[in-house]
C-alpha cells in the first residue's frame, strides 16, 4: 500500500548538521504516525523519534531529545529528520516507517523505507 523513500544521508563532521527526508506514496498519509529508526554496525535497529498524523504529538529517544526534531508536512507527504550536533555514535543507516494510527507508535509500523546512510566522522 505505501511506498516510503529516505533521502538527505551523507557523510558528516562531527558537531555538523543534516536533515533527512522521507517522502510517502500511496494510501493516506495524513492519517500515518511516522517514525524514524536506526541501526549502526553490529547493534540492533533503535528508535529514534515519531510523530503523530497531526504533527501535534512527537516522542523522541533519550539519545537525541535537545539535537534532532522530527516533523511533517502532509501536503508534501513528507516527514522530516533535522539532526543537529551530530556526534560519530549518530553514524547509522537510518529508516523511516508508517503506520495507520491515532497517536505516535513506537513499535509495530507497517511499512519500511530502504534507509539511508549518515555518517559522522571525528
Known amino acids: 500500500q505505501v511506498q516510503l523513500v529516505e533521502s538527505g544521508g551523507g557523510l558528516v563532521q562531527a558537531g555538523g548538521s543534516l536533515r533527512l527526508s522521507c517522502t510517502a506514496s500511496?494510501?493516506?498519509?495524513?492519517?500515518?504516525?511516522m517514525g524514524w529508526f536506526r541501526q549502526a554496525p553490529g547493534m540492533a535497529r533503535e528508535f529514534v523519534a515519531t510523530?503523530?498524523?497531526?504533527?501535534?504529538?512527537?516522542y523522541y529517544a533519550e539519545s537525541v531529545k535537545g539535537r534532532f526534531t522530527i516533523s511533517r508536512d502532509n501536503a508534501k507527504n513528507t516527514v522530516y529528520l533535522q539532526m543537529n550536533s551530530l556526534k560519530p555514535e549518530d553514524t547509522a543507516v537510518y529508516s523511516c516507517?508508517?503506520?495507520?494510527?491515532?497517536?505516535?507508535?513506537?513499535?509495530?509500523?507497517?511499512?519500511w523505507g530502504q534507509g539511508t546512510q549518515v555518517t559522522v566522522s571525528s
Open positions: 500511496g494510501g493516506t498519509f495524513s492519517r500515518y504516525a
Open positions: 516507517a508508517a503506520k495507520v494510527a491515532d497517536t505516535i507508535v513506537l513499535y509495530d509500523y507497517d511499512y
Open positions: 510523530i503523530s498524523w497531526t504533527g501535534g504529538t512527537t
